[in-house]
Nanobody, 124 residues
């Protein structure tokens, strides 16, 4: 098992940048696939970015967001550039054991472990 804690959210203006962090503890972090999801008020939780052996992004953030990880530091980051008001949401870090099969890494139901989230608010 892993425990995940997000940090780095805040209130920024459109066009600004933020870097979110997801710190893991517990099991060997390198054994886990990790993703960022977000949930805006009144909306479904949606996939943002994924990292395991490679990385993948939602179309809405491609070219603006970058996911990275340092297994030695048990940390995954989400660098968010050129932020837009529509990026406003609570951002969650999620993980599952990379050795297990999942039909899709973009579905929230595929993930076994979740952090509590960090709020990102982008003003226009």
């Amino acid at each position: 098992q892993v425990q995940l804690v997000e940090s780095g959210g805040g209130l920024v203006q459109a066009g600004d940048s933020l870097r979110l962090s997801c710190a893991a503890s517990g099991d060997t972090f390198a054994n886990y696939a990790v993703a960022w999801f977000r949930q805006a008020p009144g909306k479904e939780r949606e996939f943002v970015a994924f990292t395991s052996s490679g990385s993948s992004y939602a179309d809405s953030v491609k070219g603006r967001f970058t996911i990275s990880r340092d297994n030695a530091k048990n940390t995954v980051w989400l660098q968010m550039n050129r932020l837009k008001p529509e990026d406003t949401a609570v951002y969650y870090c999620a993980a599952y054991a990379a050795s297990s099969f999942r039909w899709s890494w973009t579905r929230a139901a595929s993930y076994d472990y979740w952090g509590r989230g960090t709020q990102v608010t982008v003003s226009s």
